[in-house]
């Protein structure tokens, strides 16, 4: 039963996708395979953002440092291209997000304090240490980076963005989601001292967790980079809409509940109505404006829901 | 631990000792390790303190200090303001580019309307629809930035011109002392006088220590937290004001810089970001005693990128300290 209500949550949300889709293709009629890459290439570090922080969500806590960790592989990266080349500095960039994720998860782990309150000190940490690897935008993304997300020629019609995305979360994903960690993962997410009693070991579950959020923002900060060409130490305005996101995307703040389908076609979602919007002649500030409005009002909507069923609960 | 007694008084381990010591009285060991500081500071750069220098110190710890002032109360009742930042800058702003068209009291009288409206919306999203308000303070701020950009747009060909009275309480200083002091004394009072003595600073500390106890008892939560969240955005707005009198150059990002040492000062002062306790006091304490930490940083040519990190893990620090010390278990 909560098997088919999920994946109507996650049927729902294609359905408004494609709905919202018809809408800009009446408004723009000659919205086309281009505006659709156009989309998928401007949603790629929000899609990578947003796994990010619904990894962390379902095992039972949040990341607010996401976006500053993405600028730090960005500016990692981005450094790194200029002297060893790009395979190395990928390998070495993810390897440096897994790791701020790892430190991330166990200072949860050891300090025993809140995640939202230990993730927003590491937020600040993470921002300090991209201005201190590069202080002002530069370095340089390798060309073919830049060409790999741009254009449709790997499947015709289909961006390259958009299955860049797909592969590398269901690649990371899907794996360990089968495995004993994604149990675990899900365990503990969805009652800490249950899983803890029935053998789970919850603290290494948790530091994993957010390892693989780590992991994650590395590849948006290295979507970011492909996107812009240069590294930029400064973080973008990925941590509201990642949480709006993967509200909307059917993972339960609190955790235990959801996937990484939903949230990533909610990216999506939100994106379309950005280009909606600014298709409809929009000022771009006032854009901005609609679109916090829209994400703050759909994380009131998630905290009305997880209301409602504690009451329901109790 | 192996007894299940429950334990008295003499058998409480040393560590947890000092931790409820300094949990109760956290101004005394802040001023210590202020003083420490400045000493440190003084044999980097011999002939450093001077009397111009520690009124040029009181003089920028004062707007951390409001602002760490808003984070207090908020904490008090396990929230925070992320907003403050934008909200100061916003009022800022608004304040400068309103004087020449409408003069400076309504110019002053709408910046703090801004800051009530934030947050009025702030208060909606943390006391009805239950929003953490972390995330909802960050919404709102972001909003915000959106309202501050497109207003600009309308405002761009007015000039802008800074109230006489802010400039004279921003820049000017009597018998040595920074003319900030005539609006942070009655401010501090205020405060003071709202979390020791008011019915108000009550229903805050309750909240916070155990929210339904105090809904059980009769306390419309909401309500209390609209009008924190309310008063929250009006003192942003007022450090606001005052930071426009001394940086003297509204911009779109005056006070955003502002908004992680409040929080930082706020928890060294002693305040648990978990709500139920906290000290006006001590947040002022912890204020100057970032300002030193900054002139330390400065003096030895530390990027800005040290500087953040560094509050950060300070903040890290101090709250994991306190949850360590004060740890029951």
């Known amino acids: 039963m909560n098997l088919i209500r ?66 730090v592989c960005s500016v990692t990266a981005a450094v790194l291209m200029e002297g060893i080349g ?82 590398t979360v ?43 959020t780590g992991l994650f923002s590395a590849c948006g900060g290295l979507s970011l980079l492909a996107l812009t060409g240069v590294g930029e130490p400064v973080p973008g305005p990925y941590l509201l809409a990642a949480v709006a996101s993967v509200v909307l995307g059917g993972v339960i703040l609190g955790g235990g509940v959801g996937g990484l389908l939903g949230p990533i076609i909610a990216v999506f979602i939100l994106r379309i109505i950005r280009t909606i919007l600014t298709l409809a002649g929009f000022d771009p500030n006032v854009t901005t404006i609609v679109e916090g409005t829209i994400m703050v009002g759909v994380v009131m909507f998630g905290a009305f829901l997880v209301q409602r069923s504690r009451r329901q609960a109790a | 631990m192996s007894n299940t007694h429950p334990q008295t008084e003499e058998h409480v381990p040393p560590l947890l000792r000092v931790g409820r010591f300094l949990k109760d009285n956290p101004v005394i060991p802040l001023i210590g390790f202020l003083i420490l500081l400045i000493g440190i500071l003084e044999a980097m750069r011999p002939g450093i303190l001077s009397p111009y220098w520690a009124g040029n110190l009181i003089k920028f710890a004062i707007p951390l200090a409001m602002l760490a002032a808003a984070q207090v109360l908020t904490m008090l009742t396990g929230g925070i303001d992320l907003s403050v930042g934008i909200v100061a800058t916003a009022a800022a702003f608004v304040t400068a580019t309103l004087t020449p068209l409408i003069g400076p009291a309504p110019a002053m009288a709408v910046a703090m309307a801004v800051g009530a409206l934030v947050g009025l919306v702030n208060g909606f999203g943390a006391g009805i629809a239950r929003v953490h308000p972390l995330i909802m303070t960050l919404g709102t701020g972001l909003i915000a930035t959106g309202c501050l950009q497109v207003y600009q747009r309308f405002v761009i060909a007015t000039g802008s011109d800074i109230p006489d009275i802010l400039e004279w309480l921003g820049t000017g200083r009597t018998a040595g002392l920074p ?143 306190y949850v360590r010390f004060t740890e029951t278990r």
Do not use: H
Not at chain 1, 7 to 17: K, N, T
Not at chain 1, 44 to 51: E, G, H, N, S, W
Not at chain 1, 176 to 204: H, M, N, P, Q, W
Not at chain 2, 216 to 242: E, F, K
């Open chain 2, 179 to 321: 003319n900030g002091i005539f609006l942070f004394l009655p401010f501090a009072a205020f405060i003071l006088w709202l979390m020791r003595l008011s019915g108000f600073g009550r229903l805050l500390f309750g909240l916070g220590s155990n929210e339904t106890a105090a809904k059980l008892s009769g306390v419309r939560s909401w309500q209390v937290l609209i009008a924190l969240y309310v008063l929250s955005g009006m003192i942003a707005a007022l450090t606001g004001l005052l930071y426009l009198g001394m940086i003297r150059t509204p911009s779109l990002s005056l006070a955003v810089p502002l908004m992680l040492p409040s929080v930082a000062a706020a928890v060294i002062g002693g305040t648990s970001i978990f709500g139920g306790r906290g000290s006006f006091a001590g947040a002022i304490v912890g204020a100057l005693i970032l300002r030193v930490i900054e002139t330390m940083l400065t003096l030895a040519r530390m990027p800005e990128g040290a500087r953040i990190a560094l509050f950060g893990l300070i903040i890290l620090l101090v709250t994991a300290l």
């Open chain 1, 170 to 212: 269901a690649a990371v994903w899907i794996p360990i989601r089968r495995s004993k960690l994604g149990l675990a993962i899900y365990a503990t997410g969805s009652d800490e001292t249950a899983a803890f009693r029935s053998g789970v070991a919850t603290g290494r579950t948790k530091a994993m967790a957010y390892g693989i």
């Open chain 1, 86 to 167: 790009g395979v190395p500095a990928i390998t070495i960039t993810l390897a440096v997000g897994t790791l701020m994720g790892l430190i991330n998860g166990t200072l949860v782990v050891v300090t025993r304090v809140p995640d939202i309150v230990v993730t927003l000190a590491m937020l600040f940490v993470w921002q300090g240490t991209a201005l201190l690897i590069l202080e002002t935008p530069g370095g340089a993304a390798t060309p073919w980076m830049r060409n790999a997300i741009t254009g449709s020629f790997i499947v015709p019609g289909l961006p390259n963005a958009l299955i860049i995305v797909a592969v």
């Open chain 1, 6 to 71: 999920k994946q109507a949550w996650v049927m729902g949300l294609l359905g408004l996708f494609v709905a919202l889709l018809l809408v800009t293709k009446l408004i723009q009629p000659n919205f086309g395979v281009n505006g659709l890459e156009s989309l998928a290439r401007a949603a790629l570090p929000f899609a990578f953002a947003t796994a990010a922080m619904a990894v962390a969500v379902i095992v039972g806590g949040i990341d607010l440092s996401v976006a500053s960790m993405m600028a």
